[in-house]
C-alpha cells in the first residue's frame, strides 16, 4: 500500500498553486417546472380546444365565427369537422360559444354545440358525426334543443360540458348584459339568463328535466335552473374525477371570481347583481352582504387582470405531480395560474405565467383552457396558438440533490471553471501541460471543496488496474508498477495540496534531464480525500518527450 508519508526522488519535489473566484447568489426555482408546446398555430379568434375522451389524435379547435377545426396528429385538416358560420352572429363578446361530445360519442356520434344566432339568441343544438367521416360532421342534422334570447350583446356564457357522475348536460349562460345586470336576471330564477343550466339529453327530445334540479315543482322558477347569481360564467368545467363543476365568472368593476359547484350542491346563488366576488356591489334592491349568497373559492380585483377565464383540474397522466390541481387565466394579461385542490381547503396560488409563455412573449390573449382525449390540459390564444401544457425537461442536477446544476453555480454553491455547464464536483477533471525531460510540468485539478486536500498519484507504468484504499471503496486507475527490482510493485504518491477557494488545485514540478528510458509513459490520478467517501478523478497518460 502507498502511505502518505512516502518520500520520492528529489526530481519530483512537488510545489502548490491556488486560484479563487467570486459568484453570485440565486434561489432554488419551483419544485415542478412547466412549459407548453404549440400544437398548430393559425387559427382565426379561437375560442376554445376539446376533443372526445380517449381521442389520442385529435384536437377540436372552436372558432368564434363559426367553424370547428380539427388538429389531426399535428396537422390541421383543410376542411373544417363543422361550420356553422352561416348560423352564428360573431363579434365582440357573440359567436361561436361551446362544444361537448356525448360520453358515449364513440357509440352514438352526438356532438353539442352552443352559439350566438342571427338574432343574438343564445343557442344550444345537437349535431350528429357522419357515420362514414368521423372528421365531419353532418350540416343537415343539427337541431336547436333551447334558444335563449338577451337584452344586450354581452355577457353570453356559453360553455357546455357532461357531468362524469350522471351524464346530464351543463349549460352556462351569463345574466343578458348590461352594466349591473340592469334588469336583475342573474337573481331572477324565472328567467334562464345568469345561471347554469342541467338537462338531460337522453330521453325525450329536445331535453328532459332532471327530477332532483333543485327548482322543480317551485312556483314560478325555471326547472332547468341548477345554480344562479352568475354575471358571466365564460367558462367553467366539469372535473372528471369528483364531478364538481369549476365556474370561472368574469367580474365588473372590481373582481373576477371562481365559484365551485361540488357534487350535489343544488340551488347556490352565487350572489351577482348584489355581490361581485366577496364584496358588495351597492346595487338597488341589495342586502349587504347578501345572505344567501355563496362566497367564491377563488377571487383577484383588477390589479391582475380583468376577464377571469376558468380553466381545469388536471386530471392528465403526464404530469402526476399536479394531479389535482386547477388551472385558470385572465384574457387581459393572458396570466395563468394553477391552485391544489385535494384538500379540505385550496392551497397556495402559483403564478405559472412565466413558464407557459414562449420566451420573450406572451400566451395572445388566453381565451380558453381545454384538455385534450387524453385529460391533458390545453390552452387557447385568441392570436390563433393553441398549446399543449407539458413537464418542463429538468435542469440537469449531476449530484442528484434536489438542486439544479445551474442554480448551484450561480449561487456560488458550486464552481465550473471550465465553463461546460457542469458542476466541476461532479467532473474531478485532471489536466496537464505536455511532459518534456528538463521542462516543468503542471498538473491542474477541479473538483474539490474549497480548502479540500487533495492528494496527487503518478504510476510509471500507465493506466490500468490500481491498487484500492479503504476496504475497496477507492480503487486507483494507475498501474503499479517497482521503483527496483526489490521493491514491492505500487503507485507513487506524487504530493498532497489544498484547494482553492473554488475547489481548483495545481501541482507543479520539473521533469529530470533524462533516466526514464526512450517512449516513457507517466500516468497520473488526483484524489481529493474525504476518507472512505473520498473520489478519484479521470486518470491522465502522458509521453515524455526529449527536449
Same mark, same amino acid.
Given at each position: 500500500?502507498?502511505?502518505?508519508d512516502r518520500?520520492f526522488?528529489?526530481? #519530483?519535489? &512537488?510545489t502548490?498553486?491556488m486560484?479563487s473566484?467570486?459568484?453570485?447568489?440565486l434561489?432554488?426555482?419551483?419544485?415542478?417546472? #412547466?412549459?407548453?408546446?404549440?400544437?398548430a398555430s393559425?387559427?382565426?379568434s379561437?375560442?376554445?380546444a376539446t376533443?372526445?375522451? /380517449?381521442?389520442a389524435?385529435r384536437?377540436?379547435v372552436l372558432e368564434?365565427?363559426?367553424p370547428?377545426?380539427?388538429?389531426?396528429r399535428?396537422v390541421?385538416?383543410?376542411?373544417?369537422?363543422?361550420d356553422?358560420t352561416?348560423?352564428?352572429?360573431?363579434?365582440?363578446?357573440r359567436?361561436?360559444?361551446?362544444?361537448?361530445f356525448?360520453p358515449?360519442? *364513440?357509440?352514438?356520434?352526438?356532438?353539442?354545440?352552443?352559439?350566438?344566432?342571427?338574432?343574438?339568441?343564445?343557442? #344550444?343544438a345537437?349535431?350528429?358525426?357522419?357515420? =362514414?367521416?368521423?372528421?365531419?360532421?353532418?350540416m343537415?342534422? *343539427?337541431?336547436?334543443?333551447?334558444?335563449v334570447?338577451k337584452?344586450?350583446?354581452?355577457?353570453?356564457?356559453?360553455t357546455i360540458?357532461?357531468?362524469?357522475?350522471?351524464e346530464?348536460?351543463?349549460f352556462?349562460?351569463?345574466?343578458?348584459?348590461?352594466?349591473?345586470?340592469?334588469?336583475?336576471?342573474?337573481?331572477?330564477?324565472?328567467?334562464?339568463?345568469?345561471s347554469i343550466?342541467?338537462?338531460?339529453?337522453?330521453?325525450?327530445p329536445?331535453?328532459?328535466i332532471?327530477a332532483?334540479?333543485p327548482?322543480?315543482?317551485v312556483? /314560478?322558477a325555471?326547472?332547468?335552473i341548477y345554480?344562479?347569481?352568475?354575471?358571466n360564467?365564460w367558462?367553467?368545467?366539469?372535473?372528471?374525477?369528483?364531478?364538481? &363543476?369549476?365556474v370561472g365568472?368574469?367580474?365588473?368593476q /372590481?373582481f373576477?371570481?371562481i365559484?365551485?359547484?361540488? @357534487?350535489?350542491d @343544488?340551488?347556490?346563488?352565487?350572489?351577482?347583481?348584489?355581490?361581485?366576488?366577496s364584496s358588495?356591489?351597492?346595487?338597488?334592491?341589495?342586502?349587504?352582504?347578501?345572505?344567501? @349568497?355563496?362566497?367564491?373559492v377563488?377571487?383577484?380585483?383588477?390589479?391582475?387582470?380583468?376577464a377571469?377565464?376558468?380553466g381545469?383540474?388536471?386530471?392528465?397522466?403526464?404530469i402526476?405531480?399536479l394531479? =389535482?390541481?386547477?388551472?385558470?387565466?385572465?384574457?387581459?394579461?393572458?396570466k395563468v395560474w394553477s391552485?391544489p385542490?385535494?384538500g !379540505?381547503t385550496?392551497?397556495?396560488?402559483?403564478?405559472r405565467?412565466a413558464?407557459?409563455?414562449?420566451?420573450?412573449?406572451?400566451l395572445? +390573449?388566453?381565451?380558453?383552457?381545454g384538455?385534450?382525449?387524453?385529460g391533458?390540459?390545453?390552452?387557447?390564444?385568441y392570436?390563433?396558438?393553441i398549446?399543449?401544457?407539458?413537464?418542463?425537461?429538468p435542469?440537469p442536477d449531476?449530484?442528484g440533490? =434536489?438542486?439544479?446544476?445551474i442554480?448551484e453555480?450561480l449561487?456560488g454553491s458550486e464552481?465550473?471553471?471550465?465553463?461546460n455547464?457542469?458542476?466541476d464536483?461532479c467532473?474531478?477533471?485532471?489536466?496537464?501541460t505536455?511532459?518534456?525531460?528538463g521542462?516543468p510540468?503542471q498538473?491542474?485539478?477541479?473538483?474539490? !471543496?474549497?480548502g479540500?486536500?487533495?492528494?496527487w498519484f503518478?504510476s510509471l507504468?500507465?493506466?490500468?488496474?490500481g491498487?484500492c484504499?479503504f476496504?475497496?471503496?477507492l480503487?486507483?486507475?494507475l498501474?503499479?508498477?517497482k521503483?527496483?527490482?526489490?521493491?514491492r510493485?505500487d503507485?507513487?504518491? #506524487? *504530493?498532497?495540496?489544498s484547494?482553492?477557494?473554488?475547489? &481548483?488545485?495545481?501541482?507543479?514540478?520539473?521533469?529530470?534531464? *533524462?533516466?526514464?528510458g526512450? /517512449?516513457?509513459?507517466?500516468?497520473?490520478q488526483?484524489?481529493? +480525500?474525504a476518507g472512505?467517501?473520498s473520489k478519484?478523478s479521470?486518470?491522465?497518460q502522458k509521453?515524455?518527450?526529449?527536449?
Amino acid at each position: 500500500m502507498v502511505r502518505l508519508d512516502r518520500l520520492f526522488s528529489s526530481w #519530483l519535489l &512537488a510545489t502548490v498553486s491556488m486560484t479563487s473566484i467570486c459568484a453570485g447568489q440565486l434561489s432554488a426555482g419551483e419544485d415542478v417546472i #412547466l412549459t407548453t408546446e404549440v400544437l398548430a398555430s393559425g387559427f382565426v379568434s379561437p375560442v376554445g380546444a376539446t376533443a372526445p375522451k /380517449g381521442d389520442a389524435e385529435r384536437i377540436f379547435v372552436l372558432e368564434q365565427a363559426g367553424p370547428i377545426r380539427i388538429i389531426k396528429r399535428g396537422v390541421v385538416l383543410p376542411e373544417p369537422f363543422l361550420d356553422l358560420t352561416s348560423l352564428v352572429l360573431s363579434g365582440g363578446e357573440r359567436g361561436l360559444l361551446g362544444l361537448a361530445f356525448h360520453p358515449s360519442y *364513440g357509440e352514438n356520434g352526438r356532438v353539442f354545440v352552443s352559439y350566438n344566432n342571427l338574432d343574438g339568441d343564445v343557442v #344550444l343544438a345537437e349535431y350528429a358525426v357522419d357515420p =362514414g367521416d368521423p372528421d365531419k360532421a353532418l350540416m343537415g342534422s *343539427g337541431q336547436v334543443l333551447l334558444a335563449v334570447p338577451k337584452p344586450f350583446t354581452q355577457h353570453n356564457g356559453g360553455t357546455i360540458a357532461f357531468s362524469p357522475l350522471d351524464e346530464k348536460l351543463w349549460f352556462g349562460l351569463g345574466d343578458g348584459g348590461g352594466s349591473g345586470d340592469p334588469m336583475n336576471n342573474a337573481q331572477d330564477t324565472s328567467t334562464l339568463l345568469g345561471s347554469i343550466l342541467r338537462l338531460d339529453v337522453n330521453g325525450a327530445p329536445p331535453y328532459q328535466i332532471p327530477a332532483d334540479n333543485p327548482f322543480v315543482g317551485v312556483a /314560478g322558477a325555471r326547472e332547468e335552473i341548477y345554480a344562479y347569481g352568475l354575471r358571466n360564467p365564460w367558462r367553467f368545467s366539469m372535473d372528471r374525477v369528483f364531478g364538481n &363543476a369549476w365556474v370561472g365568472d368574469v367580474g365588473q368593476q /372590481g373582481f373576477e371570481e371562481i365559484n365551485l359547484i361540488r @357534487a350535489g350542491d @343544488a340551488g347556490l346563488n352565487f350572489g351577482w347583481r348584489c355581490m361581485e366576488g366577496s364584496s358588495c356591489t351597492g346595487s338597488a334592491d341589495c342586502s349587504c352582504p347578501l345572505v344567501a @349568497a355563496v362566497p367564491p373559492v377563488l377571487e383577484y380585483d383588477h390589479n391582475e387582470g380583468c376577464a377571469i377565464i376558468g380553466g381545469h383540474v388536471y386530471r392528465g397522466t403526464d404530469i402526476p405531480a399536479l394531479e =389535482g390541481h386547477y388551472f385558470y387565466g385572465d384574457f387581459c394579461t393572458s396570466k395563468v395560474w394553477s391552485v391544489p385542490t385535494g384538500g !379540505a381547503t385550496l392551497g397556495a396560488v402559483v403564478d405559472r405565467t412565466a413558464e407557459l409563455s414562449p420566451p420573450a412573449g406572451s400566451l395572445g +390573449f388566453v381565451s380558453s383552457f381545454g384538455e385534450d382525449g387524453r385529460g391533458e390540459l390545453l390552452i387557447v390564444g385568441y392570436f390563433g396558438d393553441i398549446r399543449r401544457v407539458l413537464l418542463a425537461e429538468p435542469d440537469p442536477d449531476c449530484d442528484g440533490d =434536489g438542486v439544479s446544476d445551474i442554480d448551484e453555480l450561480l449561487a456560488g454553491s458550486e464552481f465550473d471553471l471550465n465553463g461546460n455547464t457542469v458542476p466541476d464536483s461532479c467532473e474531478l477533471l485532471l489536466t496537464s501541460t505536455s511532459m518534456i525531460y528538463g521542462q516543468p510540468v503542471q498538473l491542474d485539478f477541479i473538483g474539490a !471543496a474549497p480548502g479540500q486536500p487533495v492528494v496527487w498519484f503518478v504510476s510509471l507504468r500507465g493506466i490500468g488496474p490500481g491498487p484500492c484504499f479503504f476496504a475497496g471503496q477507492l480503487c486507483l486507475d494507475l498501474l503499479p508498477f517497482k521503483l527496483t527490482p526489490s521493491s514491492r510493485a505500487d503507485v507513487l504518491l #506524487l *504530493g498532497i495540496s489544498s484547494a482553492g477557494a473554488m475547489g &481548483a488545485a495545481s501541482l507543479g514540478f520539473t521533469l529530470p534531464s *533524462g533516466g526514464l528510458g526512450d /517512449g516513457a509513459v507517466l500516468a497520473f490520478q488526483a484524489v481529493p +480525500f474525504a476518507g472512505p467517501a473520498s473520489k478519484k478523478s479521470n486518470p491522465i497518460q502522458k509521453v515524455v518527450q526529449e527536449g
